[in-house]
């Protein structure tokens, strides 16, 4: 049974979402009010909130942003796009391979669902439209392939979720993240193969008039940028927040010398809007650690943990049970808050069956990506329907094929863990 005083934190916690108060003002808000009514002592809310920010791992979150943003502007995904398009070649549903591969690969660069569906559904949504494809069914598409990104590396979702468990290592989430997520990509290729196929979409595409390797040799700079991010990870050459400092510098260099798409005026706005982006992710951070302070305190995650244990002892109606919350909450809410509001409930849960951090971080992770394209909240979709010129209303019938199609992927790395925890462990991670 749940104390008084836990009760007021996550019930006060979902009343004031339910009010559509902001998630960052909903977790501090309740977590001061507890604190100050359990005699927890007030004074431990400003700690809280600058402890919960002031961790080195975190300062590759805004710094990936920033060079995610940065390799946007820069033209890599046109580029990438003209290169790829070559490679697949004139084939049914070529334009719909062409923005699934894209977009998995800018995930290894941006590590953002909704940076990685914009830059591939400006380029891509017009000229898929050309070839017979259905606006919304574009961009239900490349709003689903764009949530790939939290799972290749490097992943903005896995830099918090080290964080919170740090158990699970960011080289071992980034190696875990991998497999599932070239899986999770290239599932979404069966819906895409069945209504090419069935309704002749694509098949009059006409690959890039320019030869193979003349892309080739456009898009390469964007092409080795994973490469010299993962693989100076492997070969311990800086760690992931260095990585991500090397990866900015190296997409300013691409874009100033190499490209030459970027100004200076154009870098002030991305240094802007990637800033404004990161700030948001930072104030949940601070003020979920207020949150989580008053329910560690009292207890309220241990007594809600067990009490989801007393509905079933079985470990794998158990992680039926947590999967389809994570699905639910994240048609709601987007990752980064998921993780910080479930993630206190869950690990004693995963303690208690004995759980692999890592391959339960990756199962997380994919559940939340398939909710980035699922409505209400579904920000990726909400950012290639606003491109496409089409209501999110209209993309629900080709969305449930996506998801549908990313839930096999979610179901074999759940059946076999070995999906997730293989490479990692082949690395030494």
């Known amino acids: 049974m749940l104390a008084e005083g836990s009760l007021i934190l996550l019930l006060g916690f979902a009343f004031l979402l339910v009010l559509g108060t902001p998630l960052a003002v909903a977790l501090g808000l309740v977590g001061a009010i507890v604190i100050q009514r359990e005699g927890l002592g007030i004074m431990s809310v400003p700690t809280n909130v600058y402890t919960g920010i002031a961790r080195y791992p975190l300062l590759a979150l805004p710094v990936f942003i920033l060079a995610g943003m940065i390799?946007?502007?820069?033209?890599?995904?046109?580029?990438?796009?003209?290169?790829?398009?070559?490679?697949?070649?004139?084939?049914?549903?070529?334009?719909?391979?062409v923005a699934v591969l894209v977009c998995m690969f800018l995930g290894g660069i941006s590590g953002s669902g909704p940076a990685d569906a914009a830059a591939v559904a400006m380029v891509m949504i017009p000229g898929m439209a050309a070839q017979g494809y259905p606006r919304?069914?574009?961009?239900?598409?490349?709003?689903?392939?764009g949530s790939t990104a939290i799972l290749?590396?490097?992943?903005?979702?896995?830099?918090?979720?080290?964080i919170l468990v740090p158990q699970a290592s960011m080289p071992a989430l980034f190696a875990a993240g991998l497999i599932p997520g070239v899986l999770a990509g290239l599932s979404l290729l069966i819906p895409v193969l069945y209504f090419s196929i069935r309704e002749g979409w694509g098949a009059e595409s006409t690959a890039s008039e320019a030869?193979?390797?003349?892309?080739?040799?456009e898009a390469v700079w964007g092409l080795i940028a994973p490469v010299i991010i993962l693989g100076g990870l492997r070969l311990g050459l800086?760690?992931?927040t260095e990585a991500a400092v090397v990866a900015a510098f190296y997409g300013l260099c691409v874009g100033f010398f190499v490209y030459r798409t970027l100004t200076l005026r154009l870098v002030y706005q991305v240094l802007v809007e990637s800033a404004e982006i990161a700030a948001v992710v930072m104030l949940i951070i601070a003020l979920a650690s207020v949150f989580a302070h008053a329910g560690s305190t009292l207890g309220a995650f241990d007594a809600f943990a067990r009490l989801l244990l007393g509905f079933t002892d079985d470990e794998t109606m158990m992680l039926v049970m947590i999967m389809l919350m994570l699905l639910i909450a994240g048609m709601l809410l987007d990752a980064i808050s998921i993780f910080l509001v479930f993630l206190p409930i869950l690990l004693p849960i995963m303690r208690t069956f004995n759980w692999d951090p890592v391959w339960f971080g990756v199962l997380m992770t994919m559940n939340?990506?398939?909710?980035?394209?699922?409505?209400?909240?579904?920000?990726?979709?909400?950012?290639?329907?606003?491109?496409?010129?089409?209501?999110?209303?209209s993309t629900v019938r080709w969305v449930s094929w996506m998801v549908a199609a990313m839930l096999l992927a979610l179901l074999s790395v759940a059946a076999v863990p070995e999906l997730a925890t293989w490479l990692p462990r082949r690395l030494g991670y």
């Open 211 to 217: 030869s193979l390797w003349q892309t080739f040799r």
């Open 368 to 393: 939340l990506a398939i909710g980035q394209f699922t409505p209400p909240m579904a920000v990726n979709l909400m950012v290639t329907s606003r491109i496409a010129g089409v209501s999110i209303e």
């Open 71 to 97: 390799f946007e502007r820069a033209g890599v995904a046109e580029r990438l796009v003209r290169f790829v398009s070559a490679l697949v070649g004139q084939r049914a549903g070529g334009p719909a391979i």
């Open 238 to 240: 800086f760690t992931p």
């Open 152 to 162: 290749i590396p490097p992943s903005l979702a896995f830099i918090v979720y080290n």
């Open 136 to 145: 919304e069914f574009s961009a239900s598409l490349i709003a689903a392939a």
